[in-house]
């Protein structure tokens, strides 16, 4: 076995190189190095470069990535980057060159909000906290999950409690989301030889009923976890520990004052002449408007930006940086997302992704209650992994974004940060998903099963904007055409939105 170890410097990844046999070579990875480790050949670096990850891959058989777990780097941005595109990319590479098998550490505190009154066990639905310690293991999980998918790369996800060593647990009051190190070292290599195929996930936790979240199915006969470790000495220790608790909900507000992230495009664009009559706008991208406006349309008839006029304004905006996002929310009572990187596999993550969380972060912390989110629709992809087979394709099925264009991953996860804010804060974010924009003046000769013209598109988020509420903080909803083709239902964007399309494109599927 040529064992690859990503976030080495953690004291799991340690102990397991220790425990390892003598016969398996041990690489082992991370940003950087408290201490030298015995037996492993160490390398620094990034999973998020590409030519560092193709170096450490080579020879490579089996690959435990601790990374999105313990790797922390200079700022938030960074460390998130490295979680999800660095682990997406390690696995997409692992399956490309090969590899047996890959292993996640993630976390167990996904169950916080559940575990004073339920039994969570692997079946059970993750309930992460819009925080560095779950996003990061979160959302690797879920890239790693649609990797898995398509693939067939076999990735055993371990969500791990607080792994703890004897000197911790003998210097702090008992905590029932500890895990031995012993046990957390005994569940990775069992992860190393048990059979697997496709995407599995294990609960690894204490010994006995005290454990936060109870062993359930990794201690059936297919896996064979069996801890030895109940901190029973420990437990008089114990403080009270206070009942989880959401912050209290952001309350609405009059909308007057919108921010538009990604202004530049086309929707951008509609978007800006659409809002101008009902708000003020604060349109925002990053690149001034008059460079914007000389660039050739995306397609035959997309709209350009053209310079706002007062009381709208334009100011450049990078949502990769996060001090010029929470600058850009600053009085206003809403805010539009349409910022998209499509295809540039380094900044479809860092805009797509960590710029959603970088707009989250900054609605949070104005107390903006409206966020309206875009991005691609995710039911399109051929084959068994996607629904392609499939003609009656409602909202709120589960996205099945493939891995063969960076685009729709990276929204994914994006999308994923939006929702867990929503829920946390009681944020109000419909999320408005699009195929194809058209320009009923200029009509291609083939309309997707999921097309909206530019100005329906628009008029959709305007409705979003206005509307009082939702059903729940975060709704999903298609933002179609109505069209004969009955692929795509839009009854809901309808019906939530007080939205009705005005283009339909008949001339184009129209019997002549």
Known sequence: ?????????????????????????????????????PGAETHTGHLRDTDFLTTTLADVTHIVNLTPLYTRLADDNATLDEATRGSYQLANASAAAGVQRLILGSTLDFFAPLWENFRADESWRPRPQPTLEQLCPY?????????????????????LGAVVDDVHAASHPYDRRWLHIEDGVAALL???????????????????????????????????????????????????????????????????????????????ASLAEELAPYYTVRLTDVRPVEELMAIPPQSPGAPLPVPPQPPHGWRVVDVRDAAQVHGACAGMDAIVNVSVVRNDPVDAFRVNAVGAYNVMQ??????????????PFMLGQRGGAGYDWDTFLVDDIAPRPGVWWVYLPSKLLGQEICRIFAEHYGLCVPTLTFAQFVNPQVL???????????????????????????????????????????????????????????????EVYARR
């Open 190 to 268: 069992r992860a190393l030889e048990v059979k697997a195929e496709g995407w599995k996930v294990y609960h690894i936790a204490a010994a006995g009923e005290r454990t936060r979240v109870p062993v359930a199915q990794a201690g059936e006969e297919a896996f064979g976890y069996r801890p030895s470790h109940d901190f029973a000495g420990r437990w008089a220790s114990e403080e009270p520990a206070p009942p989880f608790q959401l912050p209290a909900p952001i309350p609405a507000r009059p909308i007057r004052k919108v921010v538009v992230f990604g202004a530049g495009g086309p929707l951008g």
């Open 139 to 159: 959302l690797a999980e879920v890239a790693l999950r649609e990797v898995a998918r398509v693939t067939n790369l076999t990735t055993v996800c371990l969500r």
């Open 1 to 37: 076995m040529h064992l690859l170890i990503t976030g080495a410097d953690s004291l799991l990844a340690r102990a397991l190189i220790a425990a390892l046999p003598s016969d398996v070579s041990i690489r082992a990875v991370d940003a950087a190095f408290s201490a030298p480790i």
């Open 362 to 375: 900054a609605a949070v912390a104005h107390g903006i209650q409206r966020v309206v989110h875009t991005g």
């Open 444 to 506: 291609p000769k083939r309309i997707s099963t999921l097309a909206v013209s530019w100005m329906d598109a628009a008029k959709a988020i305007r409705c979003a904007l206005a509307i009082d509420g939702l059903p729940s903080h975060y709704e999903y909803m298609h933002i179609g055409a109505d069209t004969p083709l009955g692929v795509f239902p839009n009854g809901k964007a309808k019906r939530l939105l007080n939205w009705q399309p005005r283009d339909d494109f008949r």
